[in-house]
Every structure is written in structure tokens, then in C-alpha cells.
């Protein structure tokens, strides 16, 4: 089977790939020829990824997901939830993103928090949506230098390493994204 990832985020592609059967040929946007920028306008996690999967069915008619996720802290009534990516600004920066962060909790003690994904499958005509969810809270500082995104400041709940520090295996079976993807995998598998 092969499907096309609505992505062109070279990390999350490796960690897709890092989860799925070896049965399933994954395509990410550029081995389909699509180069443009998918708006992502919606003002949800879920409304993100079913545009994006939308965008590539429509313009390529093809079977494709998408996924979109963001950081809710408890302390900052959701944020930055479908605005991570643009915490600190349209230009995307991982480490701005972490700074803005740090500072908005500074002299918060409640530093719970939860990394959500949605993933958006579209194919035969039909769209169905996986969400993971992870637990966990924010570390004062960055640790570790693995992953991307919020990975170096959020640890998962039961572990004493942030998702920088936790091996890729690891991390891609537990985390919010491993959730989701484990989600659509059993969907596939039992249709």
C-alpha cells in the first residue's frame, strides 16, 4: 500500500517512517511534486490537519493523512495549542518558540501540559481522524538534543528525560504522534 504524508517536515517524516510496517511505501509532498506551502488557517489542531489532507487529495487525488499537533500548556489556557509552530512568529523558529515559552511561564509553578496530535486520513472517498495525546510538563530549561519543536522542555509524565533526550525508538512509540499513527495503523490493518 502506499500513502502520501501531507508533510514536508523532514523530522516528522522520519518519525512516521520510524512507525509504520515496512508494507506501506510512505510518500511525503516532495515525491508527489508539491512544493507550495499548505495553508494552515484553521483554528483548530483538527481543522489543520483535515485541510492539509484535503489540500492533496483535491490537487492530486491522491489517499493521503496529514497530521497537525501542538503544545497545550494547563497554565496558558491551551497555548500555544494550534499556534506552536508560530508561537514567537510567522518565521517558525523552533528555539524563539521555546524562548517565548520559558518567558510566559516564568514564576508559574503548574507546568503540566500535553503534546496533542490529530492525524486526518483521507482515502476511497472517505476521511477519518486519529488523535494521540501525551501528558507530561515543562521543564525550567532545555535538556537534550535529539528531536524537535518543544522536545528539549517537555517531559512525558513516568519518565525523568525530556522527549530531546529520549531515544527515537522510544519516543516514537509513546509519543502523542506514535499515538495517533498506532491509531491509523490498526485502522488500516482491519479494513
Known sequence: MALVFASANINKVVEIRQILPDDIELMDLTDIGCTEDIPETASTIEGNAILKANYVTRKFGLDCFADDSGLEVDALNGAPGVYSAR??????????????????????????????????????????????????ELTLNRTGTSGFGYDPIFKPDDYDLTFAE???????????????????????QNR
Open 87 to 136: 508561537f514567537a512568529g510567522d518565521h517558525k523558529n523552533s528555539d524563539d518558540n521555546i524562548s517565548e515559552l520559558l518567558r510566559q511561564m516564568e514564576g508559574k509553578t503548574n507546568r503540566a501540559c500535553q503534546f496533542k496530535t490529530v492525524i486526518a486520513l483521507n482515502i476511497d472517498g472517505e476521511q477519518h481522524l486519529f488523535t494521540g495525546i501525551i501528558r507530561g
Open 166 to 188: 529520549i531515544p527515537l525508538e522510544l519516543k516514537s512509540r509513546i509519543s502523542h504522534r506514535g499515538k495517533a499513527v498506532a491509531e491509523l495503523m490498526e485502522f488500516l
